[in-house]
């Protein structure tokens, strides 16, 4: 062993520590952009996992029927409920009372066995006046905006993958245009 003052240890270890210092950097940098590259992954991940879901970032009911986009402040209002006529009914809360939504999987008649005479009788509008119409997205169904005696109503029919109806209505007696525009989005979710 060798004698030396403490300044000499102190001047030896510097070098050493700065190195400590430097690889220390070195590696927060290396584990940071791991991260961000990880992160990346599952952002890929959850987009496509977003895309196996049918409907992408709308909204789609679980027994895989339909998709609807929900514009900020729209949601789903308590369980989906079944009925003799409907194997799903699903309320959708607007952001203002009133401006929701229904969807509804199935027949408004227990006469009606297909999506084609449903369809039919969604266009007899009786005393009610066409205000406008047009194809649901895809042309997978059809949509009316209606008014009679100062009421307005929009709603959609389309067809869903089961065969049966997928049918949206508001619930208000002057839909805003965001329910307007739910109604009209009302498509079948997508097969593979």
């Not at 895989?64 to 079944?82: A, D, F, H, N, S």
């Not at 039919?120 to 194809?135: F, H, I, N, V, Y």
Request: with cysteine; charged share 25%; glycine share 10%.
């Amino acid at each position: 062993m060798f004698a030396s003052s403490p300044g000499t240890v102190a001047r030896m270890l510097r070098p050493m520590t700065a190195g400590f210092v430097i690889a220390l950097l070195s590696a927060s940098l290396t584990i940071a952009c791991n991260k961000e590259k990880a992160d990346d992954k599952a952002g890929g991940k959850l987009a496509e996992k977003e895309a196996e879901s049918g409907c992408g970032k709308d909204y789609g009911d679980p027994d895989k029927q339909l998709c609807i986009t929900l514009p900020k402040g729209y949601e789903v209002k308590g369980k989906i409920e079944k009925s003799e006529l409907y194997s799903e009914l699903i309320n959708i809360d607007g952001p203002d009372m009133g401006d929701g939504v229904t969807l509804t999987v199935g027949f408004k008649n227990s006469n009606f066995q297909t999506y084609e005479e449903q369809l039919a009788s969604d266009e007899e509008l009786g005393s009610a006046k066409l205000e406008a119409s047009g194809s649901t997205p895809g042309n997978s169904g059809k949509w009316w905006f209606t008014s009679n005696d100062g009421t307005k109503t929009v709603s959609a029919t389309a067809r869903a993958p089961n065969g049966k109806a997928i049918m949206c209505g508001t619930s208000n007696t002057t839909p805003s245009a965001a329910a307007m525009e739910v109604c009209k989005s009302l498509r079948p979710f997508p097969s593979k």
